[in-house]
């Protein structure tokens, strides 16, 4: 590879250390992270490692019966990995039966539904009202061009299981147009609510992240390495027909971006924006470390465990769910049926027919299984009821308070999830309101650039309570405007006056 990187030097990142980081991620930190996604998204391929999700790199043996395995296979003991087809054995006996069921899937996904599952209002915290429209309405509108909600959604669910994620900040394209626009005068605030859709954030997924983080303090990032491999429309010129691939590592700093493509410099340009235009977002806070805490990394060996034993009962279910017969004296009954109403007919006195298995109670295998899960809820902060599964023994859930007990783990948790997320969305909006400033499209100083978020209550909340919220908002000086936005009306709404 012929990386350049003299921009770069005074960071002290040439192409031997480029190298080195970029190779250290792929054999240390991907693995680790394929596997939290494998657990997660319980991938699936067939006998010839064929995917039918994302992931491929999860342990061997297809379970007997079915063309394909799945993830969590991996986690389970070698007795029930043992390959369908064995050469020289009789194929009728040492099968496992093989049952996944993936508690880690919804745990994950409800977590992201009760941190990002309605819109999150952005707030300006400056001083002049005006000012505090136009930052709103600027924002509103770079981050719906993101993908609004979806954006951070995404975060989330990379945060989860990665255990950390990091938001780029993309003002190139809105830099061009701005240079092009100021010629012509002054930025109209219509022509900044445009530019400003032209600002991209982007989650970037931790296996194509690399970081190069300050020697003497971990929460700073020096410069930022992002590696992805982009298809092109076009085929490679090998025998077998496919199209090409190119690897494409662009490298970032306070002063300036380079991308390269299949190691050849592609395009560097001076950083305009004169800060590292990536803003990191812990999951769950890991002190002294540049990674956060996954979700999905404890329920692992749970997750193991419930499949081992889950297998193990359908086992067991299929050798004792269905009689065998035990027949003394009987010529031919081998070949003979066996059904309701069958009679056998035979002269000899001693001749008799026993009946062998049937399925037996087994209460410590269930209490078993039923602690596992209880595990897993402790565990994830996460149990049935939040997805609305309410069993027997929560009693009556006759009001909210009630509800709000019973699920306050999840909604502790989720408390320090919207600390976490939080932190990253305000330092975006700093950062593209940054952009905006330094491109002359909206001039703000630093203390205008606050910014507050109203997270919405992640429970459902009466109608008739919330309007009556609302009102008394009102009277005690807030906004109209403001109130209504709470409540998901816009100025521009039917039959808002």
């Known amino acids: 590879m012929a990386y350049e990187l003299e921009a770069f030097e005074e960071l002290g990142l040439d192409a031997a250390l480029l190298s080195h980081l970029l190779a250290e991620h792929a054999s240390h930190r ?3 992270l394929e596997r939290l996604w494998s657990y997660y998204r319980n991938d699936a391929v067939d006998r010839t490692g064929v995917g039918l999700g994302r992931s491929k790199r999860f342990g061997s043996g297809a379970s007997a019966g079915r063309e394909y395995r ?9 007795r029930l990995r043992i390959p369908a087809r064995r050469v020289g054995v009789d194929d009728r006996a040492g099968k496992p039966e093989v049952v996944i069921e993936n508690d880690i899937a919804w745990r994950i996904d409800t977590l992201v539904d009760f941190v990002f599952g309605k819109p999150v209002m952005v707030l300006s915290t400056a001083e002049d009202p005006q000012t505090r429209d136009t930052i709103e309405r600027v924002l509103d509108a770079a981050l719906e061009a993101s993908g609004g909600i979806g954006l951070f959604q995404d975060a989330a669910l990379l945060g989860g299981v990665h255990g950390y994620v990091d938001l780029r900040v993309y003002a190139e394209a809105m830099f061009d147009a701005a240079h092009a626009l100021a010629s012509s005068g002054s930025v109209s605030v219509e022509s900044a609510v445009e530019l400003a859709r032209l600002v991209r954030v982007e989650a970037i997924e931790p296996t194509r992240g690399v970081p190069m983080v300050n020697p003497g303090d971990y929460r700073e990032m020096d410069a930022f390495i992002t590696r992805s491999v982009r298809t092109e429309h076009a085929l490679d010129g090998d025998e077998e027909a496919r199209r090409a691939e190119r690897e494409v590592v662009e490298v970032l700093s306070a002063s300036a971006i380079e991308t390269y493509v299949d190691g050849a410099l592609h395009e560097g340009r001076v950083n305009r924006l004169g800060v590292l235009p990536v803003v990191h977002v812990q999951n769950g806070s890991q002190p002294f470390e540049y990674e956060g805490l996954s979700d999905v990394e404890p329920l692992i060996p749970l997750q193991d465990e419930l499949n081992t034993r889950l297998s193990d009962r359908a086992h067991r279910v299929t050798l004792q769910s269905f009689q065998m017969y035990l027949a003394k004296g009987l010529e031919g009954f081998a070949e003979m049926p066996v059904g309701p109403g069958q009679v056998f007919a035979t002269d000899n006195l001693d001749a008799s027919i026993h009946t062998i298995g049937g399925d037996a109670h087994a209460p410590s295998e269930g209490a078993h299984i039923e602690e596992l899960r209880d595990a897993l809820d402790k565990t994830s902060a996460v149990s049935p009821a939040a997805i609305g599964v309410v069993r027997e023994r929560l009693g009556h859930l006759s009001s909210e308070n009630a509800l709000r007990v019973t699920m306050s783990g999840i909604l502790a948790k989720t408390e320090r999830k919207r600390v976490a997320y939080g932190r990253g969305i305000t330092r975006v909006c700093e950062l593209i309101l940054q952009a905006l ?9 630093r203390a205008d650039r606050g910014v507050r978020l109203a997270w ?4 459902p909340v009466d109608e008739n309570e919330r309007l009556s919220a609302a009102s008394r908002k009102v009277e005690l000086g807030i906004g ?9 009306y816009g100025e521009g709404d039917p039959g808002v006056q």
């Open 437 to 445: 400033d330094v491109a002359g499209v909206l001039r703000t100083e």
């Open 456 to 459: 919405p209550d992640p429970l």
């Open 30 to 32: 991907v693995p680790r």
């Open 70 to 78: 799945l993830a969590q296979e991996r986690g389970l003991p070698a």
């Open 480 to 488: 109209r405007e403001r109130a209504l936005a709470e409540l998901g």
